[in-house]
């Protein structure tokens, strides 16, 4: 069974651009959440998709968004980088209707926004 | 607003004590507690969780305690060995809005051999 990865795991850009991040999730698992971690806090959540929608979001500006695909891999996308958006983004899977929301979290892209 | 509150950083303990790592919730609507476990360089892994028609949850070395009138559990683990140490978060999730966790800022637990 494989887990969740996240490509890439590092990466610097500059204010004003723009980041894709990248996902794919646990096999079995058909619902994906993204989640920001800055430093010394706990992670803040962002997004979730299910069935290629977005299911529910957290207190984020438009300029986060996500894509699903038919495979349950997904994207998150960033434009108009600011320095606040540099952070751990973590990308979670599980299967609705589990019973229970517990994730399976990916090792984290780590974005520096200069 | 932060809803789930871990305040204390950081613990340290002796190999073979017990650890016990607290937490506080906001939210009177959350009705699902959750533990994970961070080590560094990985993503976070579920350790044990709770439902609020609970008030204990035991799973080997790893007790969880919710006492719902505090808005308030905690996680005991007996006894602690070196591989325990990690940074733990308290997380949190809503009745109606159970798509999403909200987390605290976590406790690093260091344990000493």
């Known amino acids: 069974e494989t887990g969740v990865t996240q490509s890439p795991t590092h990466l610097i850009k500059t204010r004003g651009q723009q980041v894709t991040l990248r996902c794919s999730s646990q096999?079995?698992?058909?619902?994906v959440s993204w989640y920001q971690q800055a430093l010394g806090q706990g992670p803040q959540f962002i997004f979730q998709?299910?069935?290629?929608?977005?299911?529910g979001r957290g207190n984020f500006p438009p300029r986060f968004s996500g894509l699903q695909f038919p495979n349950y891999s997904s994207e998150l996308n960033v434009n108009a980088l600011e320095l606040d958006d540099s952070a751990l983004y973590l990308c979670?899977?599980?299967?609705?209707?589990?019973?229970?929301?517990?994730?399976?979290f990916g090792a984290g892209s780590r974005l520096t926004v200069l | 607003d932060q809803q789930v509150k871990q305040n204390s950083p950081s613990l340290s303990v002796q190999e073979g004590r017990i650890s016990i790592l607290n937490c506080d919730y906001t939210?009177?609507?959350?009705?699902?507690f959750l533990w994970y476990k961070k080590y560094p360089a990985e993503g976070p892994t579920f350790l044990i969780s709770i439902s609020s028609i609970k008030d204990k949850n035991e799973d080997g070395r790893f007790t969880v305690f919710l006492n719902k009138s505090a808005k308030h559990l905690s996680l005991h683990i007996v006894p602690s060995q070196p591989g325990d140490s990690a940074v733990y978060f308290c997380a949190a999730s809503a009745v109606h809005s159970d798509y999403k966790l909200s987390f605290g800022a976590g406790t690093t637990v260091t344990v000493r051999a």
């Open positions: 096999s079995g698992h058909n619902t």
């Open positions: 939210n009177s609507m959350f009705d699902y």
């Open positions: 998709y299910y069935r290629e929608e977005e299911n």
């Open positions: 979670a899977s599980s299967r609705a209707g589990s019973g229970a929301n517990v994730l399976t």
